[in-house]
């Protein structure tokens, strides 16, 4: 390469550098599991789910260049946070997304506020990421335990089943949820007779069973998830818990986890979700072309809400024409949210996204038409009623 | 009615029980660690994964070729047992002169590319294996109700801990392999092919494992990281009984399910510990583990 070449191709890389920097550059990292209990219902489905959405706002065309990087924080707060702190300080990150697994959440939130970066979190359950731990840097997007509790809780308890026991998970997730729960029932004149907290994760179950079927409780709350919830179920089947006229409740059931019991061992259950993919045309279709992808697989509601929130960070990105993270905050929160899969929503105040839930039941293997065909609906609730109320969260920040 | 501790007894012959079922998965599991580890000096962390492929080759036979599970417990444990004859022809025995901690590094490696392996091919949540007819129901004993699969696997269980321990300890084969692990160059030496044997060995080892993936199939989820999730727990379990000591992993496997389902009654957010405490403390006051000789 001889002298002029070398100044040649110096212009024309600067001339491409000053191109590129006159767009806004957009960098957003995927967190969650990718290899144990959660990876399924989280994974590398959000990776898809969130490279649709820069394709369908055709973020190109619109001047924005996203790049998306995704890690494994194998469920573990010290993993997540590490990793959180490496992208916000070394490779640019804007923006995480997903992060299932509460604790981690909780690390990833306290991580995104210090830094002022912005996280929606679509995996994590714990209703105090906007509550007790509420960030302005934080938006919570799917359901949470609150929501969760509300949903299968007062279905049960409506039914005349008052007497419950909680197999929890022995962790920020299960606790918030069994809390939850627990105000729900005893709100609703129920009564809590005990609970057993397992290691996460767990395999064995049967011992925990037994404890629930001695209480003489109605219903056993399933305050667990994931791999842990598919075990307990499929082990009260063995061991006659179900036959013998108690209830289960199962408080977080992805879809992903009733594919993996089969209709034989999960029907009947009742449980509540954000988004199933056979609800309208605009979902069938999404989750259609999602499944492309993801090997036949139909989407969980958490990569449903992967795909909504960058969505709708990519249309503030758009609006304020920069990554100015309070701009971005303002602009999302006082923008009404809108896509295919949530339909009509609003980000409120406290970071929590509000939409309707769905209260579904199994269907019997007779119903059911085929692969992920599982659900029959049976109420939706109303998004006003959906979540918690904001005056209930004791969010610090809209104090100040 | 007395209680213990605020639990009925009956409760607690539950629990008792339950603990014993997992126990006999803890038992099947270390034998085949303590059978190899005694015989070849080798631990074989890649058990795990072995376990996995047990269970998976179960679900393969069944849903691809229709095989039943009473075939799948004869078939399964020879083609696992089988590619673990593979994998000790072509790699370990070229690290039998080294220290045992590239034995270790090999086989956990060896894990990790298998699990990793499964998991991109059916993902993590789990795959479905029904439990034959023949064994589905349950018996009422009265203070539980059990499942008539949980039965057999304790039946199954101790039969083959059983045999195992016989075979190695009361027959002229297993004098065999015992002479053979003392002094090789010996037993070589009366015309008795002792790599082979090794190998055999090896093979044995990994055969059991798969028989309890078999066995596990029909009531854990079948996974790429239910070996994962185990295997550590069954380390604890041979190093309590004694490296390479076979009666004390199959009576350490029985007994430690049987405390940790104890544990999971009176407090069970300690019951993922347990077996660790009770390692750190027998290591503290035996070092060579309960059954085990000190060299």
Redesign the interface.
Known sequence: MNFKTLILASATSLLLAGTAMAQTAIKIGVLNDR???Y???S?EGSVIAARMAVEDFDAAGKGITVEIISADHQNKPDIASNIARQWYDQDGVDLIVDVPTSSAAFAVNEITREKNKIFMNSGAGSADLTGAQCSPNTVHWTYDTWALAHGTGSAMVAEGNSKWFFITA?YAFGQALEKDTTAVVEAAGGEVLGA????F????F???L??AQ?SGAQVIGLANA??DT??TI??AS???ITQ?GQALAGLLIFI??I????L??AQGLVLTESFYWDLNDETRAWSERFAAENDG?KPTMVHAGVYASVLHYLKAVEATGGKETEALMASMKSTPTSDPLFGEGMIREDGRKVHDMYLFQVKSPAESTGAWDYYNLLATIPAAEAFRPLEDGGCAFLAE | MFELLGI?PQ?LF??LL??L??GSFYALLSLGLAVIFGLLNIINFSHGAQYMMGAFVAWMLLTYTGINYWWALLIVPLVVGATGVVIERLMISRLYHLDHLYGLLLTFGLALIIQGLF?NQY??????Y??PAELSG?TNLGF??L?N??GWVIVASVVVCFATWFAIEKTRLGAYLRAATENPTLVGAFGINVPRMITLTYGFGVALAALAGVLAAP???V?P??GA??IIVVFAVVVIGGMGSILGAILTGFGLGIVE?LT??FY??G???VIFVIMAIVLLVKPAGLFGRTQ
């Open positions: 290899s144990g209990v990876a399924d219902l994974g022995d057993v907290r397992h290691p994760p767990g395999t064995d049967s011992s925990y037994l404890q001695a994931g791999g598919v075990n499929k082990q063995e061991f006659g013998a992903t986890d594919h993996a019991l089969g034989e061992t697989k | 009925p409760a539950g629990q339950l603990g079922i997992n998991r993902g993590v949540s789990g795959l479905p029904s439990i349950g539980m109700f499942p699969y949980r009531i854990y989820s996974n990281n239910m999730d185990l389902g999971r009654v069970p957010e019951s993922a510990v």
